[in-house]
T-cell receptor, first 115, second 116 residues
Framework: GAVVSQHPSWVICKSGTSVKIECRSL??????MFWYRQFPKQSLMLMAT?????????EQGVEKDKFLINHASLTLSTLTVTSAHPEDSSFYIC???????????FGDGTRLSIL | AQKVTQAQTEISVVEKEDVTLDCVYE???????LFWYKQPPSGELVFLIR??????QNEISGRYSWNFQKSTSSFNFTITASQVVDSAVYFC?????????????FGAGTRLAVHP
């Protein structure tokens, strides 16, 4: 149980392209989903918290217009990296949980490379 | 302010050795939750354990065991008879019960390499 699917696993695209990453909870309803970014050999950095039906809460320093988050249903959240540039290249990971203080369950991550 | 410290950046052991990964946390909340996650080379994070602040009982799950000591603000993780498949980065994390969304505060992670 508690499976989170993230798609795509790999993305390679040209600078200026917008990229959408999907995060789905497959066997549970997630009121809250989280988006993280991870640089090589570093810890996870929380980018934003996504709640179904409401606007995402972004962490300090994360550009809202750059990283668009939509949480349209209890099983799906999307992260769109708009007009991506090489500095946006990173490993992006989503997580979902059933309720407060419950474990977050993570997707497999998306490796984004912007050329 | 909340903080999680994993002082060991990298640990290298030979198969069958026991290894302990340290985790020290800081929080002003009386109610909080501690977690351990494993991140193998493939990248996904695997949930290992959750412990709440009122439960100091140690836990054992197969070769894994956890020692929670509030007196020292530590939540250490021991792997007994390590195996090559245990090679991964292990993250300790803290979540406070108060405040919005109860986000996870991650430590820097400990990279464990188990050699045959």
């Amino acid at each position: 149980g508690a499976v989170v699917s993230q798609h795509p696993s790999w993305v390679i695209c040209k600078s200026g392209t917008s990229v959408k990453i999907e995060c789905r909870s497959l066997d549970f309803q997630a009121t809250t989903m989280f988006w993280y970014r991870q640089f090589p050999k570093q810890s996870l950095m929380l980018m934003a918290t996504s709640n179904e039906g409401s606007k995402a809460t972004y962490e300090q320093g994360v550009e809202k217009d750059k990283f668009l988050i939509n949480h349209a249903s209890l099983t799906l959240s999307t992260l769109t990296v708009t007009s991506a540039h090489p500095e946006d290249s990173s490993f992006y990971i989503c997580s979902a949980r059933v309720g407060r203080n419950q474990p977050q369950h993570f997707g497999d991550g998306t490796r984004l490379s912007i050329l | 302010a909340q903080k999680v410290t994993q002082a060991q950046t990298e640990i290298s052991v030979v198969e069958k050795e026991d290894v302990t990964l340290d985790c020290v946390y800081e929080t002003r909340d009386t109610t909080y939750y501690l977690f351990w996650y494993k991140q193998p080379p493939s990248g996904e994070l695997v949930f290992l354990i959750r412990r709440n602040s009122f439960d100091e009982q140690n836990e054992i799950s197969g070769r894994y065991s956890w020692n929670f000591q509030k007196s020292t603000s530590s939540f250490n993780f021991t792997i007994t008879a390590s195996q090559v498949v245990d090679s991964a980065v292990y993250f300790c994390a803290l979540s406070e019960a108060s405040g919005g969304y109860n986000k996870l505060i991650f430590g820097a992670g400990t990279r464990l390499a188990v050699h045959p």
